[in-house]
């Protein structure tokens, strides 16, 4: 298996679990478009199955497909294979996605002044400890102020680094990442 197969898969998986990669596996291995009822077949599973994955892998851009109609039945069949090529596409776009959320989370600490209780660790917003008369409402215990210095300083770092990161990697380009 490529660096790149393997990328794809373990993308794959962690976007959607083990169950979509069986067919993902299949396509990989076919580098051609197939369809639908032909992984079905091959798998030995039903198609509406292997169409829930398709769909599931299609979604995060992992998969693509082409439709074409039957000259026979007039139906659509569906062509489908790995999208390879656009992996550094999709991996970018999750480090944008990656990056919003860290950024969200920041601006959560910035704009926040924290409790924590002593015993159990859960941390609470001032508005939250003083509808609770800064106790914890999990145990009782005297909340005690928490400083989320370190919290930001690591957030900000993990930032700038993904944001480094995405700004070279949309430098380089589609024809100079692969």
Do not use: H
């Not at 069986?22 to 051609?32: G, M, P, S, T, Y």
């Not at 930032?159 to 995405?166: A, H, M, R, S």
């Amino acid at each position: 298996m490529s660096n790149i197969d393997n990328l794809v898969t373990s993308l794959a998986k962690e976007l959607l679990g083990e169950e979509v990669l069986d067919v993902l596996q299949f396509l990989l291995n076919r580098k051609i478009e197939i369809t639908d009822d032909e992984i079905a077949n091959e798998l030995g599973v039903k198609v509406n199955e292997v169409r829930k994955k398709l769909y599931a892998l299609a979604d995060q851009g992992l998969v693509s497909y082409r439709r074409s109609r039957d000259k026979d039945t007039g139906w659509y069949v569906y062509y489908w294979k790995v999208n390879t090529d656009q992996i550094n596409d999709i991996l970018l776009n999750r480090k944008r996605e990656i990056l919003e959320k860290l950024k969200t989370r920041l601006e959560y600490e910035e704009n926040n002044e924290f409790y924590i209780c002593p015993e159990d660790k859960n941390k609470y917003t001032f508005e939250e400890a003083f509808e609770n008369e800064f106790k914890c409402p999990r145990c009782g215990s005297q909340l005690e102020y928490y400083d989320s210095k370190k919290v930001r300083e690591v957030l900000g770092k993990k930032i700038k680094d993904l944001q480094d990161e995405i700004d070279k990697e949309t430098k380089l380009g589609p024809s100079n990442s692969s």
